[in-house]
């Protein structure tokens, strides 16, 4: 587009502004928008689902004494950048919001701010002149559409274009069954219809999609600079709600909004901290949390990865209450929904793992709890635990998807066309990684959730054990010095499936309870680290292996079809950096040198991509492109997890006296989560 001034980071790089129902906005550094998910207002109608792009984009343009000066950029068909607004651009930050600095080329410098103040359907923009001469006037032309998330508005003539004024109000109704819109600002309203046809987002063509839009601008906001700062207030008006910002004046607003949210956001003590707050979102009157921005809402599985970093890590128990106690209450048949409908339809239940992986989550927030002397109220303890006996028993007999307790105490699971496990891509009809049998996670997941059941149950313990001996004997490959991906695959007993994967570190880290001995236990670690790591994730199928795909790009297909066949996910990470820590007893010496060979890249990567945040995935080869969302849930929680939890404060600072001999058990206490039965004696062979 344009030369990147030295402090403009990568003019493609995106930036976020979630509203905490499900809404946001986002959009490039350079102020091209590239996907069709960049918008500047886009609103939940039932948080945090039923997304719909309400404003998609501003032009806006200065008049001096000197001239015309354009401060924004869109690109047309075919592939036309205008205005020229983005190569005024002299410096960008994304703290504590997005805010943009624009030199004209007769010297003045403009300054832009956008934030979205949390817990409202609102998005504030502003823009200043410091010392503007007389006559210095800013106009701004709203872009808007009034379509769901994941479509592309064209032109059409239902679409309403009619403003209603009311002082200081403006309020649009493009459709009549679409929310509202409102600009609430200090400039002056001209009525100024048109369509601007043509929009092309890049980043939907490279991902196959389709990318031409078209958008209604009914007309411009014109303000004074030389008076004071330009403010506009645009908010959603959701069926059944007030009119927002009705009666009050631009200025009282934005001063109100903009003290407000500044201090939410300077009590955030790190910049993972930060990054964790923009996934929590209402669902209902609870809690839940959004996967991952641009397109996804709340999944089950992410959901309970994501909270241990993002909720226990991050000190938000009371989130991770509400989000434990709301998704309980959708359980059926002992299965959690693998991700709720956008549309109001019903729950998707054909994830093994969600629930298991609720179990953990429900084990760790109880003893997170305890220990900061908040032990949860009894009323939600007994509502947690049955929640997890429920979800162990129902496994046990058997639920959907063929999901059951085989005799040899292991979770088999599995039918042709329903991918059940976290690798659940397709492309067409034709599941990727189909995985049915026994995938060796999962069992990481169930003896583990067994483990916790033990503590409060007498039934569990012989499971346990005979699962325990049989996951080491039937899972261990020796000629790899690393685990099978799948025993009993397609349900044919005594055949395995050896493709190097990274789903056995689960075996060893991520999880309360270790499954290996020792020995075993460093051969796996070192095994994934030589053949899996890169600095921003670990590779879902060794590059060796048939089928490895290098990049993950093109169309579709193409992406579907490399997603787990070696695209680099950094959640796995943290898994892995704890099992690395762990065969390493632990000790400071271990979590120092973790924190920078491992954590460290990690961090680097917040300033490129999704500003701030981490990535879904990056490319398995080098130089590891960011690819997939650029805002991910569980990449944060499991990097702000690792931050705080697994490596510690005191591996920041530098040695000063080492810890020999200090030892780390494979294991983490039940004392404050289910009360243990003293004849249970807890993962005793797993310890270092």
């Given at each position: 587009?344009?030369?990147?001034?030295?402090?403009?980071?990568?003019l493609?790089?995106?930036?976020?502004e979630?509203?905490?129902?499900?809404?946001?906005?986002s959009?490039?550094?350079?102020?091209?928008r590239?996907?069709?998910?960049?918008?500047?207002?886009?609103?939940?109608?039932?948080?945090p689902?039923?997304?719909?792009a309400?404003?998609?984009?501003?032009?806006?343009?200065?008049e001096?004494?000197?001239g015309?000066?354009?401060?924004?950029?869109?690109?047309?068909?075919?592939?036309?950048?205008?205005?020229?607004?983005?190569?005024r651009?002299?410096?960008?930050?994304?703290?504590?919001?997005?805010?943009?600095?624009?030199?004209?080329?007769?010297?003045?410098?403009?300054?832009?701010e956008?934030?979205?103040?949390?817990g409202?359907?609102?998005?504030?923009?502003?823009?200043r002149?410091?010392?503007?001469?007389?006559?210095?006037r800013?106009?701004?032309?709203?872009?808007?559409?009034?379509?769901?998330?994941?479509?592309?508005?064209?032109?059409?003539?239902?679409?309403?274009?009619?403003?209603?004024?009311?002082?200081?109000r403006?309020?649009?109704?493009?459709?009549a069954?679409?929310?509202?819109i409102?600009?609430?600002?200090?400039?002056?309203?001209?009525?100024?219809?048109?369509?601007?046809r043509?929009?092309?987002?890049?980043?939907e063509?490279?991902?196959?999609l389709?990318?031409?839009?078209?958008?209604?601008?009914p007309?411009?906001?014109t303000?004074?600079?030389?008076?004071?700062?330009?403010q506009?207030?645009?908010?959603?008006?959701?069926?059944?709600?007030?009119?927002?910002?009705?009666g009050?004046?631009a200025?009282?607003?934005?001063?109100?909004m903009?003290?407000?949210e500044?201090?939410r956001?300077?009590?955030?003590?790190?910049a993972?901290?930060?990054?964790?707050?923009a996934?929590?979102?209402?669902?209902?009157?609870?809690?839940?949390?959004?996967?991952?921005?641009?397109?996804?809402?709340?999944?089950?599985?992410?959901?309970?990865?994501a909270?241990?970093?993002?909720?226990?890590?991050?000190?938000?128990?009371?989130?991770?209450r509400?989000?434990?106690?709301?998704?309980?209450?959708a359980?059926?048949?002992?299965?959690?929904?693998?991700?709720?409908?956008?549309?109001?339809d019903a729950?998707?239940f054909?994830?093994?793992?969600a629930?298991?992986?609720?179990?953990?989550a429900?084990?760790?927030?109880?003893?997170?709890?305890?220990?900061?002397?908040?032990?949860?109220?009894s009323?939600?303890?007994?509502?947690?635990?049955c929640?997890v006996?429920s979800?162990?028993d129902?496994?046990?007999?058997?639920t959907r998807?063929?999901?059951?307790?085989?005799?040899?105490?292991?979770?088999?699971?599995?039918?042709?066309g329903?991918?059940?496990?976290?690798m659940?891509?397709?492309v067409?009809?034709?599941?990727?990684?189909p995985?049915?049998?026994?995938?060796?996670?999962?069992q990481?997941?169930?003896?583990?959730?067994?483990?916790?059941?033990?503590?409060?149950?007498?039934?569990?313990?012989?499971?346990l054990?005979?699962?325990?001996?049989?996951?080491?004997?039937?899972f261990?490959n020796?000629?790899?010095?690393?685990?099978?991906?799948?025993v009993?695959p397609?349900?044919?007993?005594?055949?395995?499936?050896?493709?190097?994967?990274?789903?056995?570190?689960?075996a060893?880290?991520?999880l309360?309870f270790?499954?290996l001995?020792p020995?075993m236990?460093?051969?796996?670690?070192?095994?994934v680290?030589?053949r899996?790591?890169?600095?921003?994730?670990?590779?879902?199928?060794?590059?060796?292996?048939?089928?490895?795909a290098p990049?993950?790009?093109?169309?579709?297909?193409?992406?579907?079809?490399?997603?787990?066949?070696?695209?680099?996910?950094?959640?796995?990470?943290?898994?892995?950096?704890?099992?690395?820590?762990?065969?390493r007893?632990?000790?400071?010496?271990?979590?120092?040198?973790?924190?920078t060979?491992?954590?460290?890249p990690?961090?680097r990567?917040?300033?490129?991509?999704?500003?701030?945040?981490v990535s879904?995935i990056v490319d398995?080869?080098?130089?590891?492109?960011?690819?997939?969302?650029?805002f991910?849930?569980?990449?944060?929680?499991?990097?702000?997890?690792?931050d705080?939890?697994v490596?510690?404060?005191d591996s920041?600072?530098?040695?000063?006296?080492?810890?020999?001999?200090?030892?780390?058990?494979?294991?983490?206490?039940?004392?404050?989560?289910?009360?243990?039965?003293p004849?249970?004696?807890?993962?005793?062979e797993?310890k270092?």
């Amino acid at each position: 587009m344009t030369k990147r001034p030295p402090s403009v980071p990568d003019l493609e790089a995106e930036w976020l502004e979630p509203d905490g129902l499900g809404g946001f906005a986002s959009g490039t550094v350079g102020g091209v928008r590239t996907r069709r998910y960049h918008a500047v207002l886009l609103a939940a109608r039932h948080p945090p689902a039923e997304r719909m792009a309400l404003v998609g984009g501003l032009d806006a343009w200065v008049e001096t004494p000197r001239g015309r000066f354009d401060i924004t950029s869109q690109r047309y068909r075919p592939g036309v950048i205008a205005p020229d607004g983005g190569r005024r651009l002299e410096a960008f930050s994304s703290r504590p919001w997005p805010r943009w600095s624009f030199v004209l080329d007769d010297g003045t410098r403009v300054e832009q701010e956008l934030f979205v103040p949390k817990g409202s359907a609102m998005t504030v923009v502003t823009w200043r002149a410091a010392g503007a001469p007389a006559g210095t006037r800013l106009t701004v032309r709203p872009f808007l559409s009034g379509r769901g998330y994941h479509a592309l508005h064209h032109e059409n003539g239902d679409f309403r274009f009619e403003a209603e004024v009311n002082g200081e109000r403006v309020v649009w109704r493009p459709y009549a069954d679409v929310p509202g819109i409102v600009a609430l600002s200090n400039g002056a309203y001209r009525h100024e219809p048109h369509w601007y046809r043509g929009f092309v987002y890049e980043e939907e063509r490279r991902r196959g999609l389709d990318f031409e839009e078209d958008l209604a601008a009914p007309g411009t906001l014109t303000f004074d600079l030389a008076q004071g700062d330009a403010q506009i207030v645009l908010a959603a008006h959701l069926a059944g709600e007030p009119l927002p910002l009705d009666g009050q004046r631009a200025a009282a607003v934005v001063a109100e909004m903009r003290a407000a949210e500044g201090h939410r956001r300077s009590t955030f003590v790190s910049a993972l901290h930060r990054a964790a707050d923009a996934y929590v979102v209402r669902r209902g009157a609870g809690q839940t949390i959004v996967a991952g921005y641009p397109w996804f809402t709340d999944w089950g599985r992410d959901t309970f990865v994501a909270m241990r970093g993002i909720c226990l890590a991050g000190g938000r128990l009371d989130d991770a209450r509400a989000i434990l106690l709301e998704w309980a209450r959708a359980a059926s048949e002992g299965m959690l929904p693998n991700r709720f409908a956008d549309h109001g339809d019903a729950p998707e239940f054909n994830a093994v793992d969600a629930s298991l992986w609720y179990v953990i989550a429900v084990h760790e927030y109880l003893g997170a709890a305890a220990a900061v002397g908040r032990p949860a109220p009894s009323a939600d303890r007994r509502r947690l635990q049955c929640a997890v006996e429920s979800i162990l028993d129902t496994c046990a007999a058997g639920t959907r998807h063929g999901i059951r307790l085989d005799r040899d105490g292991l979770l088999a699971a599995g039918e042709p066309g329903v991918p059940l496990t976290w690798m659940d891509a397709r492309v067409g009809d034709r599941v990727v990684t189909p995985r049915i049998g026994k995938p060796v996670e999962v069992q990481a997941l169930w003896l583990n959730a067994v483990t916790i059941g033990s503590t409060f149950s007498e039934r569990w313990p012989k499971i346990l054990a005979d699962g325990r001996r049989s996951f080491r004997e039937r899972f261990w490959n020796p000629a790899a010095g690393a685990l099978h991906d799948v025993v009993d695959p397609d349900h044919r007993a005594g055949t395995v499936d050896a493709s190097f994967r990274p789903n056995q570190i689960l075996a060893v880290g991520g999880l309360p309870f270790g499954l290996l001995e020792p020995a075993m236990a460093r051969r796996v670690v070192d095994a994934v680290e030589a053949r899996l790591w890169t600095p921003l994730g670990l590779r879902t199928l060794a590059a060796d292996e048939p089928g490895y795909a290098p990049r993950c790009q093109g169309g579709v297909q193409e992406r579907d079809g490399a997603y787990h066949q070696g695209a680099a996910w950094p959640w796995l990470l943290g898994p892995f950096v704890e099992a690395w820590v762990r065969v390493r007893g632990a000790t400071l010496e271990a979590r120092r040198e973790a924190r920078t060979r491992f954590l460290d890249p990690l961090m680097r990567h917040l300033e490129e991509g999704g500003l701030g945040h981490v990535s879904e995935i990056v490319d398995g080869d080098a130089p590891h492109t960011p690819r997939g969302c650029p805002f991910q849930a569980w990449s944060v929680g499991e990097a702000l997890r690792l931050d705080r939890l697994v490596l510690g404060d005191d591996s920041r600072r530098p040695l000063s006296v080492s810890a020999p001999g200090a030892k780390a058990a494979f294991t983490t206490s039940v004392k404050g989560a289910f009360r243990a039965r003293p004849d249970i004696g807890l993962d005793r062979e797993s310890k270092l």
